[in-house]
């Protein structure tokens, strides 16, 4: 099955970019989508197919997806974009498809 | 306002049988695909159950299939899934979320989650 790979934790101070990485077997051939988790909340959508922004969500997030990985990018971080982050994709390779999500990243903001 | 409810969670016994029910409002329920995604106390995301916007196709993850049942009424703007033969490792919260057309697309609303507790 596929497999999605995240670094447990990405640590960033106020002000700077934070990068985190989702591998996956030529994942740039599929759209990624990207949630935000605060502890305590259900997942928020912060980008879908690979660096659409929805509704709502600051242009400080952003993503892009090429050969093996899939980045999600979140610039000027802020105290305030403190949580996990689950990259996730659709994988119809088997006759039965699958949502798939990575294992997570905790972001902590320095 | 797109919203999600979910309803139906508990404490059961192992072996036991649960129900669990999501409500949607706020959008038209029958045009997007619907899924289940669970989160057991300090773990990640596992996603479990999908079904297409008509419910003509379901889909399941290897760890639950042929327990685990989804479905849906669109005359009713609800959700189901059922949980059979329930094991300590299904303790979770259980989250409703709001796909696309279609299911490659994106979860983009999810409810608060309704917890399930299996032990003896």
């Known amino acids: 099955s596929y497999v999605l790979t995240q670094p447990p934790s990405v640590s960033v101070a106020p002000g700077e970019t934070a990068k985190i990485a989702c591998g996956g077997n030529?994942?740039?051939?599929?759209?990624v989508h990207w949630y935000q988790q605060k502890p305590g909340q259900a997942p928020v959508l912060v980008v879908y197919?690979?660096?659409d922004r929805p509704s709502g969500i600051a242009d400080r997030f952003s993503g892009s997806n090429s050969g093996n990985t899939a980045t999600l990018t979140i610039s000027r971080v802020e105290a305030g974009d403190e949580a996990d982050y689950f990259c996730?994709?659709?994988?119809?390779?088997?006759?039965?498809?699958?949502?798939?999500f990575g294992g997570g990243t905790k972001l902590t903001v320095l | 306002e797109v919203q999600l409810m979910e309803s139906g969670g508990g404490l059961v016994q192992p072996g036991g049988s649960l129900t669990l029910s999501c409500a949607g409002s706020?959008?038209?329920?029958?045009?997007?695909?619907m899924n289940w995604v669970r989160q057991a106390p300090g773990k990640g995301l596992e996603w479990v159950s999908g079904?297409?916007?008509?419910?003509?196709?379901?889909y399941f993850a290897d760890s639950v299939k042929g327990r685990f049942t989804i479905s849906r009424d669109n005359s009713k703007n609800m959700l189901s899934l059922r949980i059979n033969s329930l094991r300590a490792e299904d303790t979770a919260l259980y989250f409703c979320s709001k796909g696309g057309t279609q299911m490659i697309d994106a979860l983009d609303r999810w409810g608060p989650g309704t917890m399930v507790s299996v032990s003896s």
């Open positions: 706020g959008f038209s329920f029958t045009k997007f695909a």
């Open positions: 079904i297409s916007a008509s419910g003509d196709e379901t």
């Open positions: 030529n994942i740039g051939r599929k759209p």
């Open positions: 197919d690979d660096n």
């Open positions: 996730q994709v659709w994988d119809g390779s088997s006759d039965q498809g699958h949502v798939i």
